[in-house]
């Protein structure tokens, strides 16, 4: 989950969409805040989400290491089950701060890239305009109504580096008007995926880390 402080009444915004998002309205002040210094937390621990990204590789190898030696202690009947107890809680923390790390990283899109929203019987195209494993902002091209929040539609992402198109099914968390120098008006939508299955998500991933800035590309497949 993705967390910030609120710096008006110090509370604390939960969210997985602050990676997604400018502003933010505080549940507990209500007052509208630019969104800054998300940390990343689970059960155990809280990373700043930049720190971490900066990091992710280190982690990712420090996983590995934690799982070979669960094995080892798993296999051995000498080793205590609190300590046993202990190691499984860490690396169950930083699998949860690598998914976090892998599910609120935004890629810019600076290309054309088109995908196809089907909402019912309306079908459009639409413009990605960022992506992550976790959602999508999309630019809607042709759209007479935008759909609803909290509304369901299938999108879908014809990637030239796959031989079929992905599905996925996903949810309408926030819609908004623009206007630039190209196009008066248009709509854009804000979507998170959901019952999105693992190969779904890791065909992102490495669209992610195939098309991401250089230091992203070291991050772990």
Wanted: with cysteine.
């Amino acid at each position: 989950m993705l967390q910030m402080d609120c710096p008006n009444c110090d509370g604390v915004i939960k969210s997985q969409f602050l990676a997604d998002l400018s502003t933010i309205e505080c549940d507990q002040c209500k007052s509208t805040i630019p969104v800054k210094d998300v940390f990343i937390s689970t059960k155990s621990f809280v990373m700043h989400r930049e720190d971490f990204l900066n990091r992710t590789f280190r982690f990712q190898k420090l996983l590995r290491e934690v799982e070979k030696e669960l094995l080892l202690m798993t296999n051995n009947k000498e080793v205590s089950p609190k300590s046993l107890e202990s190691l499984e809680q860490f690396y169950s923390s930083l699998q949860e701060l690598l998914a976090g790390a892998r599910n609120s990283y935004r890629m810019e899109i600076t290309g054309d890239l088109h995908v196809e929203i089907m909402d019912g019987k309306r079908t459009c195209k639409g413009k990605l305009l960022n992506l992550s494993t976790a959602g999508a902002s999309i630019e809607l091209l042709e759209y007479d109504k935008p759909p609803r929040i909290k509304s369901e539609v299938d999108v879908v992402f014809p990637f030239p580096v796959f031989s079929e198109h992905l599905y996925t099914r996903a949810r309408i968390v926030w819609t908004r008007e623009q206007a630039d120098d190209n196009s008066p008006h248009h709509t854009v939508i804000g979507a998170t995926f959901i019952a999105i299955d693992e190969n779904a998500q890791n065909c992102i991933w490495n669209y992610i880390l195939d098309n991401a800035p250089a230091p992203l590309q070291r991050l772990p497949r």
